[in-house]
């Protein structure tokens, strides 16, 4: 069979959500020949991916992949940006602490900034981490500037997200669907294909859509998906939040650093709260949420997304992320009508890669607290990690080592922000670090540190910033 | 600081062949304010000097000891290496390069081989080769360092060494020796193991003399002599996937003509010849399964293969494919061939002790005590490389239509390990090849080694579709243009050697 032969001739995107419209017009944009229609659903107010305003740095990847320019965005209200957060009362001392996207510390010598700090922790000789990254500072500060791309300057390569409102995020993914095939009603019936594919799905209103691949972005209840593969692997023993409540955006001062509060039974950010049912000390309410993922997000000729394919904490705002980054690979390994289950198994393994990782990123929120100081923390803080959690644990808080797994979402910096913050401490430093003068290397990151601080009340207030750029 | 106070390991390496003394220079220069190192060699004992080529990852291990490339590749009669020349892999009459760099650039984010696969279907005839810098570098016998800016398309490819093997192990030991490193000349005789830890403790030498020790390099070879005969520590045979269990080699005098900055690769009848030119010599020798042919026989078919006269006698090596199942057992870290070997088709044995001297280093027991978790952290890296590597030399052996020999026949139609399987698989149906970023051979290689093997995919990324075919084919005509034109400026690569070298001189 030759290229053409097996080729994918028609897509049906199951969700007018946000991610639903990303993929549509993603794989509308790379497969020009292809019909890429959208079947608009009513929504399901638990596919949170739709609703949460968050995103990490790979969304400027996604936008240049739709063609969708951060300005306009910006112009539209549709987004403004995000340098990352600030954590409060997420350790033992309630200390707070800012993960940002930018690379903490400058290298010393032959040794990587890491173990040069960590020697100088034991010492007690360094400051909290993040006062060895420049975003951080800008972060907060509340300050935003465009990186300068200049290598020599410490605001020259952090990356940035963007926080968008999602209503209007929306509307502008709508406007640039606008062309693509819709239909609209909910799915009655789903004819399957002899080798226990889709064939078809039958509307309310006695419409029948036939595809070569159907993509479900219908949320968590996963209509399409489940219909051939019921699986599901639950998470709620790692990311113990099983309730999240949306408020409104309170619509206050534009702050180019989002905050997490950690809270007696889970946590808050600026425009809503998550937290486990088990332990509710609060109002209750919300959404009710699973976390977990399907162990396989695309069967046959259905791929999953989003909450569709994985329902995670909003912690670090990783839905959205991971749902870009689902659509990016399954165009990457996007296979024929056929679906060959080789192509199928590589998508399946590299995403299980990526989001078991994403979910041990989070998960390590609950689990080194270090707070024991209610009954929801006490819990965490004796239940036991997933496998590849525990790895980079045993490793870190032995050694200060962090041993590398294919597909992280966060790079080494990120770790060690988080990890640092939430107070998880290595026993030991590195190897390498001993050999570090630390006479010359403590006044060094005191002067990086004080040079860093002195970044911000160069720029203007975001507000500004943000008004010159929509004027 | 004493030589053995608390924190400082004593570190004992049995072995002076590459793999010793690599291990010996990374720890001293990497690690010297937490252990001292001591290295027991035997001028009696010869050293198997395997990899007179090389990968590019050397270029970091020798950046990393700080030393000058232009003073090592001379000290070594070392030429730069662009790839390796496979002939007569897939069939009789074929030749590839598998190139150290990429081919083409990455179009609307879809790799440049769809776009070719593509426009091979509608009927355009070019080698995948025209659009690899690297490839095209090494048929022109031309050489300039890559770029460092990403953007340029002289970033898109790398280099390696060939060099003389017997020569940088002693270049290490001067290096290594400068540096603290106490060397012991001496037999090994015997081997003292703790009764409840089963540690080994001390190693007793042939005057009597007693080393005592807290971690133990074994870097002897295919004795094991530490790791094997004292720790007992299982091998994993893979011959029945990868035969060839013997080479002959025997240099010969530089012909006249360019020095080629590759190493070729040209199977034979049973096994396969490399051919690795030097400054001053070249490098022959014919990997051969003894299964297939005599030692006589092959001795015979080397010598009569070889272009120039001879500089020595064949000198015959013996060795298996495999590894250790635990590389790190109890205190005792093996690197080199006394933790496995894998011919040297694709030149990884120096690159496989590189690797294992990185994650030594990263896991050093610092403390004095080894975990298990260290242990095993070590041994999973070790492995996977081993794997990865192993399925990528069985692929040159089996994506053939050689049915010439009882050897040919042997390896293409005996069964591959499932990841192979898979992977070959996988790239059949559409020219994908699955991921994985860190270790060794990464997309490029597998795609030069495939198409070069003669695996054509069925299909290829539909979204290499999307362009027009009436621009698609100027396009990729201007891509060759763009290499070949960057090419015709590079030196030659004897004339780019010998002007270093004498730069070098002048300044001494």
Redesign the interface.
């Known amino acids: ?4 032969a ?3 001739r028609s897509v049906c995107v199951a969700g007018a959500g946000i991610v639903g419209l990303s993929a549509a017009l993603a794989f509308a944009r ?5 019909r890429v229609s959208i079947l608009e659903m009513p929504a399901d107010p638990a596919a949170l991916t739709d609703r949460l305003p968050g995103s990490l740095p790979t969304i400027h990847l996604f936008h240049a ?1 739709i063609g969708l320019d951060e300005l306009e965005l910006v112009r539209a209200g549709a987004a403004t940006h995000l340098l990352g957060t600030r954590f409060e009362n997420w350790s033992a001392d309630g200390a707070p602490w800012y993960h940002v996207f930018d690379r903490y510390g400058m290298p010393a010598g ?1 040794a990587d900034f890491h173990p040069v700090s960590q020697r100088a922790r034991l010492a007690e000789r360094a400051l909290r981490f993040h006062r060895y990254a420049a975003a951080a500072t800008l972060a907060e500060a509340g300050k935003f500037v465009h990186p300068s791309g200049d290598p020599a300057s410490p605001l020259g390569s952090f990356l940035y997200a963007l926080r968008l409102e999602p209503d209007r995020y929306r509307e502008r993914l709508e406007a640039a669907a606008s062309a693509l095939p819709r239909e609209r009603g909910a799915i009655t019936d789903i004819e399957r294909r002899a080798d226990g594919g889709i064939g078809a799905l039958l509307l309310e209103d006695g419409l029948r859509i036939e595809a070569d691949l159907f993509i479900d972005c219908a949320g968590p209840a996963a209509p399409l998906l489940s219909a051939v593969d019921p699986g599901f692997e639950q998470w709620d023993e790692w990311l113990p939040c099983d309730r999240v409540v949306l408020d409104r955006d309170a619509g206050e001062d534009p702050n180019p650093c989002d905050l997490a509060v950690a809270s007696d039974d889970g946590w808050r950010w600026r425009s809503g709260r998550a937290y486990c049912s088990a332990f509710a000390t609060g109002d209750g309410g919300g959404e009710i949420i699973r976390p977990g993922r399907r162990p396989e997000p695309w069967v046959r000729n259905v791929l999953a997304l989003g909450d569709a394919a994985v329902a995670i904490d909003p912690l670090h705002s990783t839905s959205l992320h991971l749902a870009q980054s689902a659509i ?1 690979r399954a ?6 009508r056929d679906c ?1 289950p ?2 199928l ?2 998508y399946n393994r ?1 995403t299980e890669q990526e989001t078991c990782r994403v979910r041990d990123f989070l998960a390590l929120h609950y689990l080194r607290s270090g707070r024991r100081d209610t009954p929801f923390w006490a819990a965490m803080a004796e239940r036991s990690a997933p496998a590849g959690l525990s ?1 980079t644990l ?2 870190f808080e ?2 200060g ?1 962090l ?2 797994f ?1 597909e992280e979402s966060f790079d080494r910096q990120s770790w060690l922000a988080v990890l640092l913050g939430l107070g998880v401490m290595p026993r ?1 430093a ?3 670090a ?2 570090v003068d630390l006479e010359q290397a403590a006044p060094a990151m005191d002067r990086l540190a004080a040079r860093l601080a002195a970044l911000p009340e160069r720029f203007p207030p975001y507000r500004e910033v943000l008004a010159k750029m929509r004027a | 600081m004493s030589e053995s106070g608390p ?1 400082r390991q004593r570190v004992v390496i049995v072995g002076g062949g590459t793999a010793g003394w690599m291990t010996a220079a990374a720890l001293i220069r ?5 252990c001292s190192v001591r290295l027991i060699e035997s001028a009696e004992i010869g050293i198997v000097g395997v990899g007179e080529a090389t990968l590019p990852h050397l270029r970091t291990f020798v950046e990393m000891l700080g030393i000058d490339e232009a003073d090592f590749m001379r000290a070594t009669h070392a030429t730069f290496k662009l790839g390796i020349e496979f002939h007569d892999f897939g069939r009789i009459g074929d030749r590839y390069l598998h190139p150290f760099g990429s081919f083409g650039t990455d179009l ?2 879809v790799h440049f081989h769809h776009y070719w ?2 426009m091979r ?1 509608e009927g355009r005839i070019d080698d995948l080769s025209a659009y690899s810098i690297a490839n095209v570098m090494a048929a022109a016998c031309r050489f300039a360092p890559p770029s460092a800016d990403s953007d340029s398309m002289l970033s898109t490819y790398s280099y390696a060494y060939q060099f003389d093997a017997t020569l940088f192990a002693p270049y290490l030991r001067d290096y290594a020796v400068a540096r603290g490193v106490e060397r012991t000349e001496g037999k090994v005789v015997d081997v003292a193991i703790h009764a409840q830890s089963g540690d080994v403790t001390a190693l007793t030498m042939e005057n009597g003399e007693r080393i005592e020790g807290d971690l133990f390099v074994d870097c002897s070879g295919f004795r094991g002599l530490l790791i094997g005969q004292a720790l007992g520590s299982q091998w994993e045979d893979w011959s029945h996937w990868l035969p060839c269990d013997r080479a002959v080699a025997m240099p010969t005098v530089s012909p006249e003509g360019p020095i080629e900055p590759f190493t070729r690769a040209t199977a034979m009848s049973a096994g396969w010849r490399w051919r690795i030119p030097l400054q001053h010599r070249v490098g022959n020798g014919y990997v051969y399964s003894s299964s297939h042919i005599s030692d006589e026989a092959a001795a015979d078919a080397l010598v009569a293969a070889v272009e120039g006269k001879a500089m020595a006698e064949p000198r015959l090596l013996r060795f298996r494919a495999g590894r250790r199942k635990r590389s790190w057992d109890r205190n005792v870290v093996s690197i080199g061939l006394a933790s496995g070997f894998l011919e040297p088709l694709e030149s990884t044995s120096i690159y496989l002790a590189q690797g294992a001297i990185t994650q030594m ?4 027991p ?2 004095g005590r080894i ?1 298990d ?2 242990r095993d ?1 070590f041994n999973r890296m070790v492995d996977l490389e081993y794997d990865r590597i192993r399925d990528f030399l069985i692929l040159h052996y089996h994506a053939t239509t050689r049915d010439d020999s009882s050897f040919w026949n042997h390896v293409r139609t005996m069964t591959v390990p499932d990841s192979l399987e ?1 992977k070959m ?2 790239f059949r ?2 020219g ?1 090849i ?5 270790g060794l051979f990464l997309e490029p290689s597998w795609l030069a080694v495939y198409i070069g093997q003669g695996i054509v995919p ?9 362009l027009d075919s009436a621009q698609l084919g100027p396009a990729l005509d201007r891509l060759r243009a763009n290499v070949a034109e960057a090419v015709r400026e590079m030196p030659d690569h004897e004339a780019f050697i010998r002007r270093r070298n004498a730069q070098i001189e002048a300044a001494a």
């Open positions: 069979m030759t290229g053409e097996r080729a994918i790379a497969l020009p020949g292809v992949a032959d990016l165009l990457e390994l996007l296979p024929g060959h080789l192509e198994r590589e590299r790895r045993e490793q032995r050694r080592r041993p590398f294919e030991e590195e190897p390498v001993a050999g | 924190g990497k690690l010297p304010h937490a609307k984010g696969l593509r279907a280093i990263e896991l050093f610092a403390g975990e978790a260290d952290e898979e698989e996988l149906v559409a994908r699955s991921k994985y970023t860190q069925e299909g290829w990324d539909q979204r290499a579709g999307a």
